[in-house]
């Protein structure tokens, strides 16, 4: 016989024939419901009547006298029985339909196995509870007229077995006939209404039927694109079918809100999505496979402020990263709690690792890496309690002056949206990286230099460009939106410095005209910056930084660089030993002005190095502009 999962069959049916059985006893009281099944969508619900109720299979199980058989299935039940007399699960009976033996659920929640005349051969160590899912199994190993044995087994998430039940070999109250048949469900009779779901059933003569466990989490979750009104998180998965998102404002999920069932891809990797989740609120999640709520795989998330309101909240960034990066900064950044709270999202601006992609780089070399970076015991415990954005720079795209020609971008690209739960990416191309998102009245605009990025070493001219047309005029018109406060996450300090330095002084015309076209429309412009391999902030003050205050958080942890430039409200490093570091940013809006307020922190022993507060008039917002962002 095949596991009897009951997918496809008619909702309601009660037959033999519709369920893939030889008999149902006390029929009106077994149907195929939809009710959250072990696995796929459907299960088979019994509720006792006045007569026992369950499903039974003989013809695949007839054994001479000396046989043996095995009985396998999953159970939930909605309430533990209400005496000690219990409910049976899995029952042998003989070729005449006498009861040789049986495994039940007690009140206590405790599993007996018995003989036929109820006498407990053994108890479980082990307390089931109400509404989780249990894997059973019942044989008989031997069977004759005068002597016989018994066994149960508890199985554990991964088909093993977990605790067994035996008998004595000798037990004699087994009884004797040509047949033996295994029946599943809620064998009780004077009990009506005591209900259970049942679901993955199979019976062998051979050995425990394998019953397929339901999906595992291999890596995950790590969550992005918050909205207002919910949030994407993705995992990496074995097994399994399909696998949706269950969320909710309680910690044990309870009044949950679930998302669209989606199956992962060839490699496991699947992205679920939540929505019509209340804004500004502290959710928890978790996944749901085949219909089962798998215990791994929990996380948190705060869904953010309606667009428009005034709110004050935190964010972490930072980037520059060893390939598998060590604790202290992420563990520093999960424990840290400023004036509003844990950090509601972290900023990545690139070099999640250092491997330098290159021509002979294939996709499988770009999973691997993810699942080494995201998966570590540093990143793993805060990406699942802090959603956050990612976007490559040099190290993570192609090399240190790696461009748009880097051999490997293309892979890059296609690995990054397999993996990463990001806002939509708008490149037209379906290449680049940049994306935008709002929170209350501020709108971060997230940058990729490196994807359209023309060879630094070409002359400067309006030719030449990092952004590429497409993001530039993007770019143009996401400032452009209402929100009175922008911040760019520039993955580079915003100044135009040496020509030769690979960052905006090698592109001084196009970097001149953007800051023109910011000073024309007067655009509050805030810049966050990785890269430098510091913790530093300007006003906007310095040479070529164009009157843009600027903060950094990198690295969080690599070598350190002395500063080849001045920085007014300070620039810590230590060169050339690792520093490990992070940006943290408290914004408040207070309504007629939004304040940004700055620390560059030491992850090590929590010290500010840097800090600086900026305040942006915002008493008006931006006049909508009329147009098309491309």
Not at 169 to 180: E, N, W
Not at 498 to 525: C, D, K, L, M, P
Not at 571 to 583: E, I, K, R, V
Request: charged letters at 15%.
């Amino acid at each position: 016989m095949a596991v009897a999962t009951f997918e496809g069959l008619p909702l309601g049916a009660t037959t033999a024939a519709a369920t893939g059985f030889d008999y149902i006893a006390g029929v009106t009281g077994a149907t195929i419901v939809n009710v959250n099944a072990y696995r796929g969508v459907q299960a088979c619900q019994l509720v006792t009547t006045a007569t026992p109720c369950y499903l039974q299979r003989t013809t695949s199980v007839a054994v001479n006298i000396a046989g043996q058989v095995y009985g396998r299935a999953r159970f939930r039940m909605p309430a533990l029985p209400a005496d000690a007399t219990g409910v049976r699960l899995l029952v042998v009976a003989d070729g005449t339909g006498a009861f040789l033996g049986d495994l039940r659920i007690t009140n206590l929640g405790k599993l007996q196995l018995r003989d036929k005349t109820a006498a407990i051969l053994a108890t479980s160590s082990t307390t089931n509870v109400a509404n989780s899912w249990i894997d059973l199994g019942l044989a008989v190993l031997t069977f004759s007229a005068t002597a016989g044995q018994l066994q149960a087994v508890i199985f554990d998430g991964n088909g093993q077995a977990a605790q067994t039940l035996t008998s004595a070999a000798t037990l004699d109250t087994l009884g004797a006939g040509a047949t033996i048949a295994c029946q599943a469900g809620a064998v009780r009779s004077g009990l009506p209404g005591y209900t259970l779901v049942i679901d993955d059933v199979d019976w062998s003569t051979t050995g425990w039927p394998a019953i397929a466990s339901a999906a595992t989490v291999v890596n995950g979750p790590w969550s992005g694109a918050v909205t207002a009104t919910g949030f994407t998180a993705a995992y990496r998965l074995s097994g399994g079918g399909t696998a949706r998102l269950v969320a909710s404002s309680s910690a044990d999920l309870s009044t949950p809100v679930y998302g669209t069932a989606t199956t992962p891809d060839a490699d496991g990797m699947v992205q679920l999505a939540v929505t019509s989740l209340t804004a500004n609120t502290q959710h928890y999640y978790g996944i749901e496979t085949d219909g089962r709520l798998l215990d791994a795989g929990r996380g948190e998330a705060k869904t953010f402020p309606a667009p428009g309101t005034a709110p004050s909240f935190s964010i972490w960034f930072g980037s520059c990263q060893w390939t598998v990066p060590a604790d202290s900064t992420y563990a520093a950044i999960l424990a840290k709690t400023g004036p509003y709270g844990r950090a509601i999202l972290g900023i990545h601006m690139g070099d999640l690792h250092y491997r330098d992609w290159g021509p002979t780089t294939t996709a499988a070399d770009i999973l691997a890496q993810y699942m080494t970076s995201l998966g570590s015991a540093s990143m793993a415990p805060t990406l699942a309690k802090i959603p956050w954005t990612y976007e490559w720079d040099n190290h993570d795209w192609g090399g240190d002056t790696s461009d748009r020609t880097a051999p490997a971008g293309d892979l890059v690209a296609a690995g990054y949206r397999k993996v990463i739960a990001s806002y939509p990416l708008p490149a037209s191309d379906g290449r680049g990286g940049y994306f935008s998102w709002v929170i209350g009245r501020i709108r971060f605009l997230q940058l990729d230099v490196r994807s359209y990025r023309d060879p630094q070493t070409d002359p400067d001219g309006p030719a030449k460009s990092m952004l590429g047309a497409e993001q530039l005029q993007w770019l143009k018109g996401q400032l452009l939106k209402p929100e009175p406060v922008k911040i760019i996450c520039g993955n580079y300090y915003w100044r135009q410095d040496a020509a030769t330095s690979g960052r905006w002084g090698s592109y001084a015309t196009e970097f001149e005209a953007i800051n023109a076209f910011i000073a024309e429309h007067q655009v509050n412009v805030y810049v966050l910056f990785g890269d430098r391999h510091a913790l530093a902030a300007d006003d906007g003050s310095a040479a070529g930084a164009y009157g843009i205050p600027q903060a950094g958080g990198a690295p969080i942890q690599q070598g350190s660089v002395a500063p080849g430039e001045t920085w007014s409200a300070g620039y810590h490093h230590t060169a050339p030993a690792t520093l490990q570091g992070y940006g943290w940013l408290d914004i408040t809006d207070g309504g007629t002005t939004i304040t940004v307020h700055y620390q560059g922190i030491t992850s090590l022993d929590g010290i500010v190095r840097v800090e600086m507060t900026t305040t942006f008039d915002a008493a008006t917002t931006l006049a909508a502009i009329w147009g098309i962002d491309l």
